[in-house]
């Protein structure tokens, strides 16, 4: 079983609709959660960064942790063209220091 | 935030050659970290380097064929040893600030 699991899709979605990018994770230890988006042929871009249980918002993104689930997740509201690209879960905490464990990635397209 | 920027932004090199990828960050940072990408997967750290001290590597990475230098806050290198065409992948460097991890635009390397 690999530690942090996310659906790879693809995702296809009409402009304007809510998306919701999901991973589930195994190990209790994770403190810190963040998303990323990759365009083609780019690096990962950091979105969102979460520390413990909660939400956060940050314009048409918002992220949250249920750490009594093993469960994130990531809303983008009125999705654009703009953000098709791939979104990667990532984890870190415990002892696994400041090494990330991604998830395998959700590439997400955008219609107009 | 910070800029990150790798060379080569991508090679194509012979089986049994090596390539030294570096990245440069404009701020010093203490913590620095390898990953490869490889086609249609996640990223998978290779190794971090701390400024003052060896670099640590994750299983499956070793030193002779993944050396890493860091002689200063805001450089570093990674060199592809003996290259085969199971290295071909794209490699990227990130750094940490305040707990959240950057990426530069990666290299992207085919090994014929």
């Known amino acids: 079983q690999k530690e942090v699991e996310q659906d790879p899709g693809p995702l296809s979605v009409p402009e304007g609709a809510i998306v919701s990018l999901n991973c589930t994770y195994s190990?209790?230890?994770?403190?810190?959660f963040m998303w990323y988006r990759q365009y083609s042929r780019k690096g990962p871009e950091l979105l969102m960064y979460t520390y413990s249980s909660g939400n956060k918002e940050d314009g048409r993104f918002t992220a949250q942790v249920d750490k009594s689930s093993k469960y994130i997740s990531l809303f983008i509201r009125d999705s654009q063209p703009s953000d098709s690209a791939t979104y990667l879960c990532?984890?870190?905490?415990?002892?696994?220091?400041?090494?990330?464990?991604f998830g395998q990635g959700t590439e997400l397209s955008v219609k107009p | 935030s910070a800029v990150i920027s790798q060379k080569p932004s991508r090679d194509i090199c012979q089986r049994g050659t090596s390539l030294t990828i570096q990245c440069q960050v404009d701020s010093q940072v203490t913590m620095m970290f390898w990953y490869r990408q490889q086609p249609g997967q996640s990223l998978t750290l290779i190794a971090t380097a701390n400024q003052g001290s060896e670099a640590t590597y994750e299983s499956g990475f070793v030193i002779d064929k993944f050396p890493i230098s860091r002689p200063n806050l805001t450089f570093s290198t990674l060199t592809v040893s003996n290259m085969s065409p199971e290295d071909s992948s794209i490699y990227l460097c990130?750094?940490?600030?305040?707990?959240?991890?950057?990426f530069g635009p990666g290299t992207r390397l085919t090994v014929t």
């Open positions: 990130s750094v940490e600030i305040l707990y959240e991890q950057y």
């Open positions: 190990n209790s230890a994770f403190q810190y």
């Open positions: 990532a984890m870190s905490g415990g002892n696994q220091g400041g090494k990330l464990i």
